[in-house]
């Protein structure tokens, strides 16, 4: 039995609400603009532009207003160490390379978790404006006036899945690479470059596995409660908590997970 009441949920996500919109107000402006882009790796390319800090920030300040005692993580920003068992986890812009080459399947990421497990999640796709809801038992998509139920498809062959990841030349290091091409050549079809979009679409039954390494905890607590709450799984690639990020695999339908963990499991060793 959970330790918190349906009232903490329920006040959590009417703010989750109203920080998807503060970020829209904050990310579409810029969006349809060319902006300022800052690499903020050492080696590599990871972008970051205003948009994401400037949304962040202002995230953050609803947040604290609202839930002073909770903790709060993000992408840009130091963490905040609050003194209950409340954890927001946000990226105000995850896939800030879409966002640059103005391709609208970026989106707005928000995690809240209690005790460390995600027990919230929202993938707000502003550029679409649609926005994908997890919680207990449950997810749905919002869009316009219409809420939908979410809800994952049946399908237990590999053959018959469809697959995608965003980038994998970039995510993937050569034994995983390898693994994941050995089931590719194995699914229907792929499809790359969808960021948390293609999670959202397991999560409507659209796609049926997203195979992804070097992920953040801010790129992935949002997404499990989607995943899990219109009925499918996101783990890591031996099957244990993806909570922390790294190497995950996510699919509609819970039956393909043994045959993909064979293969992702040799990844390891190469």
């Not at 640059?100 to 550029?127: E, F, H, M, N, R």
């Not at 783990?235 to 244990?240: P, R």
Request: charged share 25%; with cysteine.
């Amino acid at each position: 039995m959970s330790e918190y009441s349906d009232k903490d949920l329920s006040a959590r996500l009417s703010l989750m609400a109203e920080l998807s919109w503060a970020a829209r107000a904050i990310t579409l402006p810029l969006f349809a603009q060319d902006m300022a882009v800052t690499n903020k790796a050492d080696t590599g390319y990871d972008p970051v532009t205003a948009a994401d800090v400037e949304a962040e920030r202002a995230l953050r300040a609803l947040i604290i207003a609202a839930f002073p005692y909770d903790s709060i993580e993000g992408e840009e920003l130091d963490d905040i160490d609050g003194s209950n068992d409340w954890l927001w986890t946000l990226d105000p812009i995850d896939g800030t390379r879409a966002f640059v080459a103005g391709i609208p399947v970026w989106s707005t990421l928000i995690a809240v978790s209690y005790k460390g497990a995600p027990v919230l999640g929202l993938i707000d796709i502003p550029a679409q404006e649609k926005t994908f809801w997890g919680a207990p038992g449950r997810a749905w998509l919002e869009q316009g006036e219409e809420s939908i139920p979410l809800n994952s498809r049946d399908c237990a062959a590999l053959s018959e899945a469809i697959l995608g990841c965003t980038e994998p030349l970039a995510m993937l290091r050569p034994g995983e690479l390898a693994a994941y091409n050995i089931i590719r050549r194995g699914v229907r079809f792929s499809r790359l470059g969808l960021d948390a979009y293609g999670y959202a679409m397991v999560a409507q039954g659209r796609m049926d596995i997203i195979i992804e390494a070097q992920l953040k905890p801010c790129d992935v607590r949002a997404l499990m409660p989607v995943i899990e709450g219109a009925g499918g799984k996101l783990t890591n690639w031996h099957g244990g908590s993806a909570v922390d990020g790294g190497q995950v695999v996510a699919v509609g339908d819970a039956r393909l997970l043994p045959e993909l963990y064979t293969y992702l499991g040799r990844a390891m060793d190469d």
